[in-house]
């Protein structure tokens, strides 16, 4: 166990600020009741800054992914959380609307540095292979969505808002555990046949070409969790669930999605990204079937596996991306866990229009038809991205 310890630092130190980044990220929404309350927010209000946090916290991966590819300093990694967790543990002291706006998006950028940069470092400094170590990378990342309700919620009713600035002593000491981790010290290296100086960002047209393809599955997954968690319940309910009954399903969903993260990577290791994509994609078509036709039960049944499905192959299709763009891999992570999170954040709102428009049973068949195209779409890539790579070509230690 020490020696794992000592060989995966970087890892375990990177992830944990994966926890950190991602907390801070869900903080300020899960309390935007008290900041309405507080500042006399309307609805649109409370939306607008929502959707800031999270267009900026996605939006910008790409583009600050594409930097990152030039400058290649890991530093920028703690100086990132550093950001976020300033600006998100002030932001309780700010009485000024617009001056929240602008607090709040700006510390979401932060965001915008760590996922791309953060995974880059993970499959650099590891003695896990890259599937293994992406998983334990998002993983941890992943439960932070669901402590941050539980810690924050908690201590605003009670404390009031101000009480966010304690929020930054864990933050601080979390930025002190990477620099001492010395993930600052990290390097990686272009792939071989690359060219040098202005040319290393440019990408193909087959290289874009085949990115379509992970990051049509990205959005795609992503439009079918916010299905899930606009809508579950009133489908739920639709099938005669109870409200109680709906919510623990959700839960079931949740950690379904957390699970299939850290495990997804290991298969993707042992069957290949392709395989992988292939056997998770086909599965969720299944299980979207089930949640959209069939009984409660099959409902239940259906939506706990479509949690597991949709999480499973979120290493594969990182790596993927990383094999498509070997010289651009901040671009390309910044593309699959940003770009496509803030697209699959708009799809919702149209599939909210045809919800409005003809029903929520009726629009579901266009969720079972954009689920089949996924599972196609997986069959399309490219053959050698079947291959299987053993641990010692995939880890750099």
């Known amino acids: 166990m020490f020696e794992f310890i000592k060989k995966n630092t970087s890892l375990i130190a990177v992830s944990w600020g994966h926890f950190v980044n991602d907390f801070f990220m869900s903080v300020v929404p899960v309390v935007?009741?008290?900041?309405?309350?507080?500042?006399?927010?309307?609805?649109?209000?409370?939306?607008?800054?929502?959707?800031?946090?999270?267009?900026?916290?996605?939006?910008?991966?790409?583009?600050?992914?594409?930097?990152?590819?030039?400058?290649?300093?890991?530093?920028?990694?703690?100086?990132?959380?550093?950001?976020i967790t300033l600006g998100m543990s002030l932001s309780g002291l700010i009485t000024n609307f617009y001056l929240l706006i602008l607090v709040v998006g700006v510390s979401a950028l932060g965001s915008s540095v760590y996922h791309p940069l953060g995974s880059t470092i993970t499959i650099h400094k590891t003695s896990l292979t890259k599937g293994k170590s992406l998983s334990v990378f998002m993983t941890v990342g992943s439960f932070a969505h669901s402590a941050a309700p539980i810690v924050a919620i908690p201590l605003v009713t009670i404390y009031g808002l101000k009480a966010l600035s304690v929020l930054m002593i864990p933050?601080?000491?979390?930025?002190?555990?990477?620099?001492?981790?010395?993930?600052?010290?990290?390097?990686?290296?272009?792939?071989?046949?690359?060219?040098?100086?202005?040319?290393?960002?440019?990408?193909?047209?087959?290289?874009?070409?085949?990115?379509?393809?992970?990051?049509?599955?990205?959005?795609?997954?992503?439009?079918?969790?916010?299905?899930?968690?606009?809508?579950?319940?009133?489908?739920?309910?639709?099938?005669?669930?109870?409200?109680?009954?709906?919510?623990?399903?959700?839960?079931?969903f949740m950690i379904a999605r957390?699970?299939?993260?850290?495990?997804?990577?290991?298969?993707?290791?042992?069957?290949?990204?392709?395989?992988?994509?292939i056997l998770f994609n086909t599965a969720a078509l299944f299980s979207v079937f089930m949640l959209v036709y069939g009984g409660n039960l099959l409902s239940i049944l259906g939506l706990v596996i479509l949690g597991f499905t949709i999480n499973?192959?979120?290493?594969?299709?990182?790596?993927?991306?990383?094999?498509?763009?070997?010289?651009?891999?901040?671009?390309?992570?910044?593309l699959i866990m940003g770009f496509a999170a803030t697209m699959s954040a708009v799809a919702i709102l149209g599939f909210g229009v045809l919800v409005d428009r003809f029903s929520l049973t009726a629009s579901l068949n266009v969720v079972v038809v954009l689920t089949a195209f996924m599972a196609v779409s997986s069959y399309a890539l490219p053959k050698e991205l079947f291959i299987i790579v053993n641990n010692s070509e995939e880890s750099t230690l």
């Open 32 to 83: 935007l009741f008290a900041f309405a309350s507080e500042m006399k927010l309307n609805a649109i209000q409370m939306s607008m800054i929502a959707f800031v946090i999270t267009t900026a916290g996605t939006f910008f991966q790409p583009l600050v992914g594409l930097l990152i590819d030039k400058v290649q300093k890991s530093s920028l990694l703690i100086y990132s959380l550093l950001l």
């Open 171 to 252: 933050g601080l000491l979390s930025c002190l555990i990477l620099y001492m981790a010395r993930v600052q010290e990290v390097t990686w290296t272009k792939d071989k046949d690359s060219s040098e100086g202005s040319n290393h960002a440019k990408l193909t047209k087959g290289q874009m070409a085949q990115m379509t393809i992970p990051m049509s599955i990205a959005v795609i997954k992503g439009l079918l969790y916010r299905v899930v968690i606009v809508f579950g319940v009133i489908l739920l309910g639709i099938k005669g669930i109870e409200p109680v009954m709906a919510a623990a399903v959700l839960s079931a």
């Open 258 to 277: 957390a699970f299939a993260t850290l495990i997804g990577g290991f298969i993707s290791d042992s069957i290949g990204e392709k395989n992988t994509l």
């Open 312 to 334: 499973a192959t979120a290493a594969a299709n990182i790596t993927i991306t990383h094999k498509i763009l070997p010289n651009n891999v901040n671009y390309g992570t910044g």
